[in-house]
């Protein structure tokens, strides 16, 4: 009895442990040798810990970036960025996001095997990120324990199948293939920006004839261009705050070189957060696609979104450009309601606008990913906004979830609890 | 041997690629180290092939090793096909 109780409450209550004993079951499901799965296992867990880590060092760069926002501009500054909040979360839900993010998998397969929507969800990251966003909506809502990963599970491996379903239609006209689905919880921007190309463009005048500068490439360096983009925002607030206000946080230091210094410390976090969410997936994804596969005939890998980007490069570029513009636009309008006013981040516009800009130039050319992208782009700018609320304490956390899908799913779970629980 | 899989972030679509090359490997029966990782990373990381998609592979060139270019990372016969070309000229095949 005292072992079991060391065993429930010392070891699986650790959500390192968690997470890799998820891996050790996909290792010894795919009958690894001993040494693989020792190794494996290690790596996971230490991955788990690295993730844990960059928290530390983001947070201490939101919080002076926040206290120089508030001071300078009188509101709250929001910067979105997925890798941060999932850092912070883990704190509190990594036991639950462990368990959701593991059986939401199985309810991907099952879901896979026995109705006609056969994709099987492999961008990774994303499904630890949406597990750990639904085990603190749950929470937040009142639920815990076995009924908070049971419905978590249940949801995660649902939205795994559904939003691969809903892009594969404009998947089809961008790849010429209806082998391959699309897997990254963007879609709902995409999907508008798809029939926005198909209603207001035109297919004939494709983005692909056009010749962009190639200078913006270096921002697909994601470390780069987060710290490129936070160091604008950070040198705007701590003028905006003065040089006083913000030489009294630095202890003395100069105020643009502490504002650039934090910016790149920020980019840093978030770089260790990264290293640490591959290492989870390491072993947990080729595990979960090996298993699929075998178990569901004619699957359909849903990939993560650059798939899209070789099939159409000035797309990706134009989107990126018209998103990131549209997020500029909605920030001035959230600061004119006095609303917590969302931060446009480089990444999400990069990729989630890129990933915008090819599916409405798929179905309207050049007018197609320019306003399909620009629509998505409010849409991540205005969605944070409304699920931060059902957040609970995670809500406070000065950073959020960027891209569409998680507004769309967190608003919609935040809500329907509210319904039932108040 | 090591082979150097590249994207954005080093999340997703570099390692749907590895996936993909480690299972060509296989049937090629040739012996390599395939990881995969971020943009920037991959500048201070030594491999003796580094594989990304076209819209980034530019920026991949001059570190150090052979590049090769994908058209499209969902397209198994282009990467076995340049993969086996990249073998034969560094000798491996």
Known sequence: MSFFKFLMYDVLSVPAVLVGLVALVGLLAQK???????????????????LGAGAGVVV????????????????????PNNEAIVSIAQKAFGKEMALIMFFGMIVNIII?????????FLTGHHT??????????????????????AVGSLILGSVMVFFPAIAQPFMKDITGTDEVAFGHFGTTGYVIAGLIGKWFGNKEKSTEEMELPKALSFLRDTPVAIAFTMGIIFIISAIAAGKEFTEGLSGGQNYIVFSIIQAITFAAGVFVIL???????????PAFK??????????????????????????VLLGFLSSFAAGVIGMFILM???????????????????????????TGGRRGAILGAFVHGLLITFLPVLLMPVLGNLGYANTTFSDADFGVVGILLGNILKIFVH | MKILVVCGSGLGSSFMMEMSIKS??????????????????????????????????????????????????????????????????????
């Open chain 1, 60 to 79: 201490g760069a939101l919080n002076h970036f926040s206290e120089m926002f508030q001071y300078g501009f009188g509101i709250s500054g929001i910067v």
């Open chain 1, 112 to 120: 896979a095997r026995f109705t006609k929507w056969k994709y099987i």
């Open chain 1, 275 to 285: 290293q640490g969410v591959r290492m989870v997936l390491a072993e947990i994804v």
């Open chain 1, 32 to 50: 690894k040798s001993a040494t693989d799965c020792i190794k494996g296992t290690i790596k996971t867990i230490m991955g788990f810990i690295i």
């Open chain 1, 128 to 149: 630890l990120y949406m597990g750990i966003m639904i085990a603190a909506i749950l929470a937040a809502g009142g639920m815990s324990g076995v009924s908070l990963v």
């Open chain 2, 24 to 93: 060509i490997l296989k049937e090629m029966g040739v012996n390599a180290e395939v990881t995969h990782t971020d943009l920037g990373s991959a500048k201070a990381e030594k491999a003796d092939i580094y594989v990304g998609t076209r819209d980034i592979t530019s920026q991949l060139e001059g570190i150090g090793g052979e590049v090769i270019s994908l058209k499209s990372m969902i397209d198994k016969e282009d990467m076995k096909r340049q993969l086996e070309e990249t073998f034969k000229k560094l000798g491996v095949l």
């Open chain 1, 290 to 315: 090996g298993i699929a596969e075998k178990l569901v005939p004619n699957a359909k890998p849903a990939l993560d979104c650059p798939v899209v980007f070789p099939y159409a490069p000035t797309a």
């Open chain 1, 336 to 362: 004119a309601l006095g609303l917590p006013v969302i931060i446009p981040g480089v990444v999400p516009h990069f990729f989630c606008g890129a990933t915008a800009g090819v599916f409405g130039n798929a």
